[in-house]
């Protein structure tokens, strides 16, 4: 199965349809999605090296865009749906020295996370949600994104072949480091903010 799926989006990152799928993948992980768009960028690299800096430009531009998505599902959202919850437990009051606490670090939180399997929608939402400041917000988003997306294409660019050979040689345990980081992500995402 798991060959199978590997087939599956090899052919897809050298379909037509493939720039299209990374766009719209790039987008909705920023504020919605959960699997990350590297799923995709990495086998476009590989099965089409000569064109890895536009996929990278495309992923980066496209995860911003959804970026700033999602920091409005915060900002508009946050007001009619989580606050009410939070007010009614008790946790307003925590919440306060959260947005604080945010405020005062978040350009650092959007930077770690924007380069790391850290779910990049839990960071997006959060800033909406504390108010952290849109035009820092977009300015290190569009750095960390830009160095995620910019440093997977060079490695595959300069390494392409052998990295092919490896992952094809290796399925098995390359989905399961990208499994661990995953879930590694969500879990940090569920006790860290």
Known sequence: MLRRLYDWTMSLAASRHAVTALGAISFIESSVFPIPPDTLLIPMVIAERRRAWWYATLATISSVLGGIAGYLIGAFLFDQV??????????????????????DW???????????PFPFKVITIA??????????????????????FFAVAALLYVFGPPIKDFIERRLGLVFTVAMVLLIGGFVVARYAV
């Open 127 to 148: 800033s909406g949600a504390t108010g952290l400041n849109m035009i820092v917000f977009v300015l290190a988003s569009i750095i960390a994104r830009g160095a995620r």
């Open 106 to 116: 978040g350009v650092w939180i959007v930077l770690v996370a924007g380069v790391t």
């Open 82 to 103: 989580a606050w009410p919850i939070l007010t009614a437990y008790g946790y307003a009051d925590k919440f306060e020295t959260f947005r604080g606490w945010y405020n």
